[in-house]
Structures are given as structure tokens and as C-alpha cells.
């Protein structure tokens, strides 16, 4: 059967991400390759990951071995690490365990990988800026080919509040400006600023045109479980994962040409670390049957869904 290319782009929704590779599955069954790719938070992972060479299986399979959960290192004294390093846990479990992925397929850095093959978002919230990454990052002193692949990753996944910021030196022209506070960006989740960045292949000049865009994005957040408030950590979280269902419906609303795979989060929460085996498998499962549902209906010859068009008189 004929291959068809495509640009993706991965929305984040923190734990939540495994239904995405179920969705990556069901678009190999159907032979679809991978142009470029792109995503924010947990997509940034999925994105990652396929422009390292994993198939979805092998996908799986690591987020199996490794929970995110098993990842989180709680301090004994949380309140205080809050304090002083802006975040309950650290984000280097989650950078060490994407770089040891990337490192087996021989990607470090993005010049391992090819031009403009990969994009992750991330915010920079000292200074109220988006991040393209890798090619902002030369804003900060950084040549972008040269730029960790897992660092990106974990700047896009670095949930506020939950996870350490990344800390970068301040841009050149921020320090010379008097008005500065700090010499130091503090730089965040992706998903803070533009959680489902289809608009990223929409302006690419570089991009080829006639390869469509796919958005693999998670709904169903109005059935989500009520958020029980019981301190400044879970208001926090309430209110995140309120506005992130909010970020970037505007666009898609403008924007019918790009084609969505729309996959049900069955209730879950974003941040919900304590994720049951069957809790991911049924997520994984509800990626595959969005997927399927959305191949089975596409015309790849036009890179749209196969629509009746009923004659007028």
C-alpha cells in the first residue's frame, strides 16, 4: 500500500500523553510517515520520540518500563523545595530517562537529527515569551543544532509548580536593559503559552505545502473528575489544566483545512501521576480507536476526510 507523508503536531495533556501513541499506532497500520513533527508538554515526548525513529510499539513499551510516576522523586520536606527550587519534584529523572531513549536510536543533540524535522514548544515566563525550540534558543547565547533534545523536552514538560523550571542565562539584550530584574530565565511548560501548536507547519515557508497537517489532540475534559481544592498546589493544578482546555480552540476553529484526530481522555486528569497499569492501557486503547476511526474516513490523495457532497439544483 502507497506511504503518506504528513506534519504532526502532538498536544500536551501531562500523563494523559500514552493515548497519543495509541493514536501514532493506528496511523502506521495505515501507512503514514512522519514529515516533520512538533508538539508542546507531553506531546513534546511523542514528538521527540518519532523523530528519533520509535515506532509506536517501541513507545509503549518504554512508557511501560518507565511510569512517570516512577520518575518523581518527592523531597521529605516539599514545602521547603517548593521555595527554593520553584517545583515539588525534579524534572532531571525525566530529562535523564528521554536522553537514555534518544541516546539508543543516536540522537543527542538536533543536529542528530534532520532539518527541521522537530520543533517543541516551551515558555519563557520571565520574560513572557514563546519558545520555538531548538531555534530560539540562540536568543539565550545557545547555537541551535548543538541544543540537547532531552533538555527541550523537559523545558516543554516542566508543568509549574510541579517540576523545576529550567533556568537559562538571560538573552544579551535583556541583561543590557536596566529594567531588568534577573540575569536568568526561568522557562516552563510548552502547554503554558500554546498547548496544541498547529499553527507551527501553517506559516513554515520551509515546509512542503502539499504535505498535509495532522493535530493528534486529547478531549473530553468536561468529563474530567471535579477538582478537590485542599491548598495552593491543588488550586494551582486546578487551574492549569483549566486553562489548557481553553489554549489554541480559536485557531482550530479558523483553521477546518488541518484535520484532528480527536482522542477521549476517558477522565483523566493531566496531572493524575498515579496512573493504574489498566488506567494507561485503556487510555492507549482509546488513542488507537480515535485513530482508526480518522484513517478509515481519510482521503489521502487530498489529506482531508472523505466527506458526501450532496448536488444542488
Known amino acids: 500500500m502507497e506511504t503518506t507523508r504528513v506534519n504532526a503536531v502532538f498536544e500536551g495533556g501531562g500523563v494523559r500523553g500514552i493515548s497519543l501513541v495509541g493514536a501514532v499506532c493506528a496511523a502506521e497500520r495505515h501507512n503514514v510517515v512522519f514529515n516533520r513533527v512538533a508538539g508542546a508538554s507531553s506531546g513534546s515526548i511523542v514528538a521527540a520520540l518519532l523523530a528519533a525513529?520509535?515506532?509506536a510499539a517501541e513507545m509503549k513499551a518504554a512508557?511501560?518500563?518507565?511510569?512517570?510516576?516512577?520518575?518523581?522523586?518527592k523531597?521529605?520536606?516539599?514545602?521547603v523545595r517548593l521555595f527554593l527550587r520553584k517545583g515539588l519534584?525534579?524534572?532531571?529523572?525525566?530529562?535523564?530517562?528521554?536522553?537514555?531513549?534518544?541516546?539508543?536510536k543516536g540522537v543527542r543533540t538536533f543536529s542528530d537529527l534532520p532539518d527541521g524535522k522537530l520543533r517543541i514548544i516551551?515558555?519563557?515566563?520571565t520574560?513572557?515569551?514563546l519558545l520555538v525550540l531548538p531555534g530560539d534558543i540562540a536568543q539565550y547565547g545557545v547555537a541551535p543544532e548543538l541544543f540537547s533534545v532531552a533538555r527541550a523536552v523537559r523545558m516543554s514538560t516542566s508543568i509549574p509548580y510541579f517540576f523545576d523550571p529550567v533556568i537559562l542565562r538571560q538573552p544579551f539584550k535583556?541583561?543590557?536593559k536596566q529594567a531588568?530584574?534577573?540575569?536568568?530565565?526561568?522557562?516552563?511548560?510548552?502547554?503554558?503559552?500554546?498547548?496544541?501548536?498547529?499553527?507551527?507547519?501553517?506559516?513554515?515557508?520551509?515546509?512542503?505545502?502539499?504535505?498535509?497537517?495532522?493535530?493528534?489532540?486529547?478531549?473530553?475534559?468536561?468529563?474530567?473528575?471535579?477538582?478537590?481544592?485542599?491548598?495552593?498546589?491543588?488550586?494551582f493544578q486546578a487551574i492549569f489544566e483549566t486553562m489548557l482546555s481553553a489554549h489554541d480552540e480559536r485557531y482550530i476553529e479558523k483553521n477546518k483545512a488541518i484535520r484532528t484526530i480527536k482522542i477521549p481522555t476517558l477522565g483523566v486528569g493531566g496531572t493524575q501521576f498515579n496512573l493504574s497499569p489498566e488506567k494507561s492501557e485503556a487510555l492507549y486503547r482509546s488513542g488507537l480507536e480515535a485513530g482508526e476511526k480518522f484513517f478509515q474516513s481519510w482521503d489521502r490523495k487530498l489529506g482531508m476526510l472523505k466527506v458526501t457532497i450532496s448536488k444542488t439544483k
Open 127 to 129: 520574560n513572557g515569551r
Open 89 to 104: 519534584y525534579s524534572g532531571k529523572w525525566l530529562e535523564l530517562w528521554i536522553a537514555e531513549l534518544l541516546e539508543a
Open 174 to 176: 535583556e541583561r543590557q
Open 63 to 73: 512508557i511501560e518500563r518507565t511510569p512517570i510516576s516512577s520518575l518523581l522523586k
Open 75 to 79: 523531597s521529605v520536606f516539599p514545602a
Open 122 to 125: 516551551a515558555s519563557d515566563i
Open 180 to 235: 531588568a530584574l534577573s540575569k536568568f530565565s526561568y522557562v516552563v511548560d510548552g502547554g503554558l503559552l500554546s498547548n496544541f501548536p498547529l499553527w507551527l507547519f501553517q506559516h513554515d515557508t520551509s515546509s512542503d505545502p502539499a504535505v498535509p497537517v495532522i493535530g493528534f489532540q486529547m478531549v473530553g475534559r468536561s468529563d474530567a473528575h471535579p477538582h478537590r481544592i485542599n491548598g495552593p498546589v491543588s488550586m
Open 53 to 55: 525513529g520509535y515506532t
